[in-house]
Structure formats: structure tokens, C-alpha cells
């Protein structure tokens, strides 16, 4: 009589498919894990893999429309990742707020998108944009410099509108260093005796 333990030869193909994609998925997920610390060591992967789909796109003189529509998704995550959890100006919050006057209480900044969840959704796009080059269907036709100035226009206005943001609700959306208090002031004497 067998047992509720079914070994993976018994089920068929689509569980061995199953099974694979599970162990496939929790070794990417352990590697995703370990590179968490190493911003730095991420961010150079991501432009290698930059710089390779640049001189991809260069060297065949073609995939604008692809390399367009990359620029507008990654516009798109810098404006998440500039941006705050709660937008001061289109929700009322019950949880921590942007201090928008000089007496409101220090609250951190929090992104709308983390770091880490920016840097991986830019290094998945790159990949998949390079991955498009290598099909000639993804090759449309189009004049690239209108592309170009189109794109160029639409970041300064986004960002313009951005920066304004910023300005108006006082916020910061990068550590510049570790912040130092100055402390209490002794008054009078410096505790030197006479």
C-alpha cells in the first residue's frame, strides 16, 4: 500500500517541471537575499548591464522604440523612488507625514519605492530590454532623434515637477552623510578654572 509520500518519478513531467521551478526560484531568492548589503556591488552590475545593452543598441543601429519605451518605465521608477509613501498633497494620513513647518516633528523620509525593489526593477528591465534586441520584430522603424527630444523634454518636466514637490513640503529623498546635532552650550565659563 503506498502512502501520501509520492515520489517526483511517479507524478509526471509537470511536477518535475514544478519542483524544478520551485528549487530554481528559492536559489534565485537565497542569491537575491546575499547581494542586499552590497549597494554598491548591485548598482555596478546594473551598469555593466547598461552599458553592454548601450553598445548593443549602438552597434546594431536599431531598437529605439525599445530603448524609448525603456527610458519612460525607468522615468517612471525614478519618480517612485524620488517620491514619498504618502504624498502629502493627495492623502490625509493617520501614520507619519512630511513635516511641511520648522516646529512639525523629524519624520524620515520613506520612499514610495524602496532601493532595493528600484535597483532590481531597473537590472530586470535592462535584462529584457536586451533580450529584445536579439528579435528582429522589436526592430521598428522610427526616426530617433524625435524620440530623444521627446523623451529629454518629458524628464525635465517631470523632474521640474518633482524638485517643486520637494521644495514644497521640505523633503530630501537622499542621506547626505550622518547628520550631527550641535550640542547643549555651556554658558559663561568653559569650566577653566581662574
Do not use: C
Not at 502629502?88 to 507619519?96: A, C, F, H, N, Q
Not at 528579435?135 to 527630444?149: E, G, K
Request: cysteine-free.
Amino acid at each position: 500500500m503506498e502512502g501520501p509520500n509520492v515520489s517526483m518519478t511517479d507524478a509526471g513531467p509537470g511536477s518535475a517541471i514544478a519542483q524544478w521551478r520551485t528549487d530554481f526560484s528559492r536559489k534565485f531568492q537565497f542569491y537575491l537575499d546575499k547581494s542586499t548589503p552590497h549597494i554598491t556591488g548591485r548598482w555596478l552590475g546594473t551598469l555593466s548591464i547598461a552599458l553592454f545593452y548601450a553598445l548593443r543598441v549602438y552597434f546594431v543601429q536599431g531598437f529605439y522604440i525599445v530603448t524609448y519605451g525603456l527610458g519612460i518605465y525607468l522615468l517612471n521608477l525614478l519618480i517612485g523612488f524620488l517620491s514619498p509613501m504618502v504624498d502629502p498633497e493627495l492623502e490625509v494620513s493617520d501614520g507619519p507625514t512630511l513635516p511641511t513647518k520648522g516646529s512639525d516633528e523629524f519624520r524620515p523620509f520613506i520612499r514610495r519605492l524602496p532601493e532595493f525593489k528600484f535597483w532590481y526593477a531597473i537590472t530586470k528591465a535592462f535584462l529584457i530590454a536586451f533580450l529584445m534586441t536579439f528579435f528582429s520584430v522589436f526592430d521598428v522603424p522610427v526616426f530617433w532623434p524625435i524620440l530623444l527630444s521627446y523623451w529629454i523634454v518629458l524628464f525635465v518636466l517631470t523632474m521640474k515637477r518633482q524638485i517643486m514637490h520637494m521644495i514644497k513640503y521640505r523633503y530630501l529623498p537622499f542621506n547626505v552623510g550622518k547628520q550631527t546635532y550641535a550640542g547643549k552650550k555651556s554658558s559663561g565659563n568653559s569650566g577653566a578654572a581662574d
